[in-house]
């Protein structure tokens, strides 16, 4: 079984006591539903008792703390000696930072081959290797019965490949768990786009649908402070605006001619923008959507108005210049 | 020596298609001096069938250009081959709808409709001797069988670039290195393949490298990624990530200065509402 497992809650604790703000995004992570919810102690003080879901983890610093917390039954560390006892491996999960492309036999696998639950975290340049062969490498090095299929894999984003890794890990079949951060944050691959990923593939979750992503783009901003860019794939506010006309044209007749999903599933509304690169299908759309009444023969002239103050103005046409246009030229027409 | 790949760079067509960005006739012209000094293999100057504004200021850049490659966008239509032929051109762009969700649903056509008009606007493009590039529109989903037929019609003609678009932004690095070395098998090796990505899935930057990995000569890329929807193959990323690998033409840090003094020319005129 595929699972993702958000580490978004271990990522932002130096960056938000706003409980209520945290309270709401742990419920939309549940909405999700990526497989795994990773937690920081501190967000976990804040936000205990949790609700229910089938995997929480807990970051820990210290291999001793999971003593504390008798509830969580799955825990991650970045400390844990490889000679931990067996009890301790099978609760915490080891994680170990890689930073080349694995070109020799690590010695860091090597001495953690034997135990049962290991993160490999890093791994930035793999895109650049022959990343098949490492895949097939890391799958061998920890392939033994305690753990076969359950090593999990977190690629770090230096290269702004961690999402194309993440997906090939699974796709390739090389494992099913991997490690992600929602708009990518600590470095890591999006949550979103591997979900979506997977959901384009036919992996897991196909018919499920996450209008909720642009109030969660919010709260993200308001716990982190971080602006999710409009271009962001998924979560942008912008990935739906249209203004080329062969684009607009294409997406009237079929929308899947230039949408990779339909901007419902995410919770987003398709934008048709007038501009320099409008077409005569951009400005019958936008009449209809306007509800405004304008002959046919009238279309090419206004047409040309539009392209023009767009490149009078550096930029689109609003709604409003685009009826104040209509409404000049019918004028004329009438008197 | 690290094997040379081509940028290819797309800001000034694809990147002004993003929404809400309309270059001043200046800024084109700034923005395409920068590209021309950089180390950028090729521009794409623009599409000359938008306007005979569109088309003045292309002839512009050509007039200018001291070191770059310059090329024009045109769809698989005679009228636009006619407008970018008036460009003088170093190479004429042709974008060829390829899958059958293209083709059918969007041109309402088929696929020896597609044949015929490529047939006729080769017959302008060879009558005029100018260089042609081939783009396959939404390749990742469409049938190799059908790509390999158009291929070889240009390979008759003497038209060796293909470059292969994930226009909506569904492929994989696997897909992108199978559908390369397929294509360079069925075709003996006699074309020379392109790469143009879109970073709906955040995949952009893997998939292009996956593609100049797998023998792909030509690489795609605007400034800041922008482009439709969540924009293309970013610049300084793919020359950040595949630098190790390749001879860009520029280094990393020379294409995120340029990357840098481009987007400050953009920036204060972007209006979107």
């Known amino acids: 079984l595929i699972r993702v497992t958000d580490r978004t809650l271990s990522c932002i604790d130096d960056r938000s006591n706003d409980k209520s703000a945290l309270v709401r995004f742990l419920h939309f992570l549940l909405k999700m539903d990526p497989g795994a919810i990773e937690l920081s102690e501190k967000i976990y003080h804040l936000l205990a008792p949790l609700p229910e879901y089938p995997s929480y983890v807990l970051r820990i610093e210290n291999p001793a703390d999971a003593k504390k917390y008798p509830d969580i039954s799955e825990f991650i560390c970045r400390n844990v000696p490889a000679s931990a006892p067996v009890d301790a491996r099978k609760k915490i999960r080891a994680e170990i930072s890689l930073n080349n492309t694995l070109k020799t036999p690590s010695e860091t696998i090597a001495r953690y081959a034997g135990y049962a639950n290991v993160r490999v975290q890093g791994l930035d340049s793999l895109i650049c290797d022959d990343y098949m062969r490492v895949f097939e490498y890391l799958k061998n090095a920890f392939n033994n019965s305690e753990n076969a299929g359950r090593i999990e894999f977190c690629p770090r984003n230096h290269f702004n490949c961690a999402t194309a890794l993440a997906a090939e890990w699974i796709t390739s079949g090389a494992g099913t768990h991997i490690v992600t951060s929602f708009d990518g944050i600590g470095g890591f691959a999006p949550t979103e786009e591997l979900i979506m990923i997977l959901r384009e593939y036919r992996l897991r979750g196909e018919d499920k649908v996450y209008k909720f992503f642009p109030e969660m783009a919010r709260l993200f901003h308001r716990l982190t402070k971080k602006n999710v860019s409009p271009n962001k794939p998924i979560i942008g506010s912008q990935i739906f605006h249209v203004e080329s006309g062969v684009h607009v044209d294409g997406i009237l007749k079929q929308p899947k001619c230039y949408e990779p999903f339909a901007p419902e599933i995410v919770g987003q509304r398709r934008k048709i923008v007038l501009g320099k690169h409008s077409g005569t299908a951009s400005i019958m759309a936008k009449l209809s959507e306007l509800d405004i009444k304008c002959s046919q023969e009238h279309i090419p002239f206004v047409l040309e108005q539009i392209k023009n103050k767009a490149m009078e103005e550096n930029g689109e046409v609003s709604d409003w210049d685009f009826a104040k246009l209509l409404q000049k030229q019918l004028h004329k027409e009438g008197s | ?273």
């Open chain 2, 1 to 273: 020596m690290k094997p040379r790949r081509y940028l290819l760079d797309s800001t000034l067509r694809e990147g002004e298609q993003s929404p809400g960005i309309c270059y001043s006739a200046e800024q084109k012209l700034k923005i395409a001096t920068l590209l021309d000094y950089s180390g950028i293999y090729q521009i794409e100057a623009g599409s000359p069938a938008i306007s005979k504004h569109e088309k003045d200021i292309i002839v512009k850049i050509i007039e200018n250009r001291k070191n770059a490659v310059i090329s024009v966008w045109s769809r698989l239509m005679p009228s636009d081959i006619e407008h970018a032929i008036d460009t003088r051109a170093d190479i004429i762009h042709i974008s060829i709808p390829v899958s059958p969700i293209h083709i059918r649903e969007k041109l309402r056509q088929d696929e020896d409709w597609i044949i015929k008009q490529l047939r006729d606007c080769l017959y302008i493009v060879d009558k005029n001797c100018v260089p042609l590039s081939v783009g396959f529109e939404d390749a990742f989903r469409a049938e190799t069988e059908f790509m390999v037929t158009i291929a070889n019609i240009l390979l008759d003609y003497g038209v060796t670039r293909i470059r292969l678009a994930d226009t909506v932004g569904v492929t994989s690095p696997t897909r992108c290195r199978e559908l390369v070395n397929e294509l360079f098998v069925r075709l003996d090796g006699r074309a020379e393949l392109g790469i143009h990505t879109h970073n709906d899935f955040g995949m952009a930057v893997a998939n292009t490298l996956e593609a100049a990995k797998a023998g792909c000569l030509y690489a795609d890329v605007t400034v800041g990624g922008i482009g439709e929807r969540a924009g293309n193959c970013n610049l300084a990323h793919l020359v950040h990530a595949g630098s190790a690998l390749f001879n860009w033409g520029l280094t990393a840090s020379a294409s995120r200065d340029l990357q840098y003094n481009i987007l400050r020319v953009i920036k204060p005129t972007r209006r979107t509402r």
